[in-house]
């Protein structure tokens, strides 16, 4: 975070990225960029926050975008990231000719193949289009596609035992559940895209 630098020019800044794994370094990267400092009366657009989410496959998840300019200047919303890049991709639709605010709608409808641990992370930019320099907010979230909960389930006694049966996932690349046996009722409610 640089806030405020009082002299303008031109700067250069380097920054050196290192893997490591058990505690060893295995490589780094180094990566530069260059800074202009101006005088400008302009204040950046502001994109609203957004939220971290989770979405079951074969649902479409749906949500806007809003980025506002307190100098009424137009705005161009943009949005990137791995859900673009897959099969099946995720789309960003925002109108050019905005005002002052722009708000951009993300569609994605997810199949099974998104499933995966890790979240897919999405970056949304917003620039306005005042000169000499155009300014921009950024923001990052991350989607998290699991798979379908099981669907129909039912518990049968027999003796000892208790048989457990649900219908066949939708999803053939979901490897499993974990299944758990306690006496009495525990009154457990599972939260939006809780998956345990």
Not at 101 to 126: I, L, M
Not at 143 to 168: F, R
Request: charged letters at 20%.
């Amino acid at each position: 975070l640089w806030n405020s630098p009082k002299m303008q020019g031109e700067y250069n800044i380097a920054f050196l990225i290192e893997e490591w794994r058990n505690g060893n370094k295995i490589g780094f990267i180094t990566r530069d960029m260059q800074i202009t400092i101006v005088t400008c009366d302009n204040k950046a657009p502001v994109i609203e926050p957004v939220k971290d989410t989770c979405v079951e496959a074969g649902t479409t998840l749906r949500f806007d975008v809003v980025a506002t300019d307190a100098d009424l200047n137009a705005i161009k919303l943009t949005a990137a990231g791995a859900p673009f890049q897959i099969a099946n991709p995720a789309v960003f639709i925002s109108p050019d000719d905005s005002v002052g605010r722009n708000t951009g709608t993300f569609r994605w409808e997810t199949t099974c193949s998104h499933v995966r641990k890790n979240p897919y992370q999405v970056y949304f930019k917003a620039t306005d289009n005042d000169k000499p320099v155009n300014l921009f907010d950024l923001k990052t979230m991350n989607i998290t596609v699991i798979g379908p909960a099981p669907g129909n389930l039912t518990a049968t006694s027999l003796g000892n035992s208790i048989q457990v049966k649900w219908n066949k996932n939708r999803c053939s690349n979901i490897n499993g559940y974990k299944v758990y046996r306690r006496n009495g009722f525990y009154g457990y409610i599972p939260g939006y895209c809780e998956t345990g």
